[in-house]
């Protein structure tokens, strides 16, 4: 079974701080993305990444940077958190050798920025 | 303007009854794939089932089935025989075949609970 893990379930933090959220896949995956999850706004990306030091920017990039160093792990740092960077983020990966390309998600990070 | 659209935001649905969550969709790209993913209280997201833009039949897998109408740009999730272990979120989500990294777009998703 594919498994996405997330450092923390709950994070609560103080606006101003840096945040680094951490995610590992064990599937050897290439592809592998962050969104945030707000309540009717469904899931919307922050960043994905392709391969190890690629990064593409996704829909809500703004305040947010990512760092992939290895192949099975993608981080999402938040350099200054803010009141409104409080929400659910939720870490996938996805491999294009197989079909259809199906992503697999981790259990997710609820942040609190206070 | 929104590439995926629920426009259920909660539901209710009698134990053993089916129920169809819809959704909606947008795109210029002849090839696209669609998918539903449950999204249970524990927060991880589990995915249900595919639909590719080409696929002549629709899709099933146990008792989750997909109403594809490709014309109405349409992609209805039905589950047959609702369990209690079936509340949860649902989204559906669109991949489109001309972008890089098998991005994924979703809809806002539906809040599905089951009564006893």
Not at chain 1, 47 to 58: A, L, N, R
Not at chain 2, 31 to 54: R, T, V
């Amino acid at each position: 079974d594919v498994k996405v893990t997330q450092s923390s379930r709950y994070l609560v933090k103080r606006t101003g701080e840096k945040v680094f959220l951490e995610c590992v896949q064990d599937m050897d995956h290439e592809n592998m993305f962050w969104y945030r999850q707000d309540p009717g706004l469904g899931l919307r990306l922050i960043y994905f990444s392709y391969d190890v030091k690629m990064k593409e920017k996704g829909d809500i990039p703004e305040g947010y940077s990512v760092s992939r160093e290895k192949k099975e792990r993608f981080s999402l740092i938040l350099e200054s958190a803010s009141t409104n960077q409080t929400s659910m983020y939720l870490c996938a990966s996805s491999t294009p050798g197989a079909f259809p390309y199906e992503q697999y998600f981790g259990p997710g990070t609820r942040l609190t920025v206070t | 303007a929104q590439k995926i659209t629920q426009t259920q935001p909660g539901m209710f649905v009698q134990e053993k009854e089916a129920v169809t969550l819809d959704c909606t969709y947008d795109t210029s790209d002849p090839s696209y794939g669609l998918f539903w993913y449950k999204q249970p209280s524990s927060g991880e997201m589990i995915f249900l089932i595919y639909q590719g833009s080409y696929d002549q039949q629709n899709a099933t897998e146990g008792r989750y089935s997909l109403n594809f109408q490709k014309a109405r740009k349409s992609a209805n999730l039905v589950i047959s025989a609702s369990q209690l272990g079936d509340s949860a979120m649902y989204f559906c989500a669109m991949r489109e075949n001309n972008n890089a990294g098998n991005m994924l777009t979703f809809g806002g998703g539906t809040r599905l609970m089951v009564k006893p």
